[in-house]
């Protein structure tokens, strides 16, 4: 592969409409060549840091550099980035050719290079025979396959991509999400895309930057959100750990858990992935460790697993709790049922926020 390009450094990085901050003095660096995706809520200022990246907005203060080269207010033409639009945002009258060499053209570069650039595009997103047609006449998937090989035209060293799955239905989803990541490797480019998702998050990324509230918070590999995640909104967010206080948990058996956002007095703030926790039905068993009553409050299949909801006294906390299919064919969870739920403490992990 040729050398990795696509380096991005943001420093103190803002943008306030009015007096609301969309985004609010943020850092981070990107490797060039990665897959970056840019990950959090609704709201909580994705867009905005794609498009200041790109040069479709202005920050208010704070800069973004590209391969050591300040951007400055340099207009989204002459940055070496792309963007591909949430909508994709293709001319209609225009042709499939035509709506993919339309940058070169208007940069004014020769027909027989623009023809011969966008036949390359075309083939590498398998569009070649629908060079003719018109984007009405192209499926959604094919339409955004156009995009990408619009955006990819004047060969940037960033791809700035929006939300690019989510108009897609789940099986074409996985499909595309497949096609980008092999092709971001094969240009050895950095694709910086924007999603709520985090499954999408997971499969995809080198690189996850977790926003909240226009801040970040928390940049790492998939493998850190997932099993280490820093705070109570990044364990939550990423799905996979549950968030509560308690107290009783070093002292012995009896624990009590309460709401993680501390509306109750009671004990530190914990997360501990879903796997830690185990219910059973009646009494407490004896030296299960750290145990409080629970009833099932929600039972939902998982292809591998049943995935239980268990409340918990006093604090009214629903944990989520994993049971395998063997456990579940021989001991059935039943909705309302009492029981008792055993947490293995050394998998608690204490936050500070
Ligand atoms: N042009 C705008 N004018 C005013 N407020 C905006 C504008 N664009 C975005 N915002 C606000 O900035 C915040 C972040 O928006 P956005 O970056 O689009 O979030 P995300 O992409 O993460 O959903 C939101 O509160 C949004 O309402
Ligand atoms: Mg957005």
Redesign the pocket.
């Known amino acids: 592969m040729s050398e990795l390009k696509g380096h991005i450094s943001a420093k103190s990085l803002t943008k306030a409409?009015g007096s609301?901050l969309?985004v609010d003095d943020v850092d981070f660096t990107i490797p060039a060549g990665s897959y970056c995706c840019l990950l959090?809520p609704?709201?909580?200022?994705?867009?905005?840091s794609l498009r200041m990246i790109s040069g479709h907005d202005t920050q208010t203060s704070g800069s973004i550099a590209i391969d050591d080269r300040d951007l400055g207010t340099i207009p989204p033409a002459q940055r070496p980035t792309a963007m591909m639009f949430q909508n994709y945002a293709l001319f209609p009258h225009m042709t499939v050719e035509d709506n993919i060499a339309f940058s070169l053209r208007v940069k004014g570069s020769d027909k027989a290079v623009r023809r011969q650039r966008a036949g390359h595009l075309l083939e590498m997103v398998e569009l070649t025979d629908f060079a003719q047609r018109k984007p009405n006449e192209l499926s959604g998937g094919q339409q955004q396959r156009v995009a990408l090989a619009r955006a990819l035209m004047m060969n940037p060293s960033v791809l700035a991509l929006d939300e690019p799955l989510s108009a897609l239905d789940p099986f074409l989803r996985l499909k595309v999400r497949a096609e980008l990541k092999a092709l971001q490797r094969r240009l050895g480019i950095t694709f910086l895309h924007?999603t709520h998702s985090q499954s999408e998050a997971l499969a995809l990324a080198d690189q996850i930057i977790l926003m909240n509230s226009g801040k970040l918070e928390q940049v790492g590999t998939a493998e850190d959100l997932y099993h280490r995640p820093e705070t109570a909104f990044a364990a939550q967010f990423m799905g996979v750990q549950n968030v509560f206080r308690a107290d009783g948990v070093q002292s012995g058996a009896e624990m009590r858990i309460f709401r993680p956002d501390g509306g109750q007095a009671g004990g530190a703030l914990y997360r501990a992935p879903i796997d830690a926790f185990s219910f059973t039905a009646g009494e407490t068993p004896a030296n299960a460790g750290p145990a409080t009553p629970a009833k099932v409050s929600a039972i939902e299949y998982a292809g591998d697993h049943l995935s239980l909801t268990v409340d918990t006294q006093p604090g009214d906390v629903g944990l989520k709790v994993q049971v395998p299919l063997e456990a579940a064919a021989m001991n059935p969870p039943v909705f309302d049922q009492v029981g008792t739920l055993t947490i293995k403490p050394e998998s608690l992990v204490e936050l500070t926020r």
């Open positions: 409409f609301a969309a959090g609704s709201g909580c200022g994705k867009t905005t924007v």
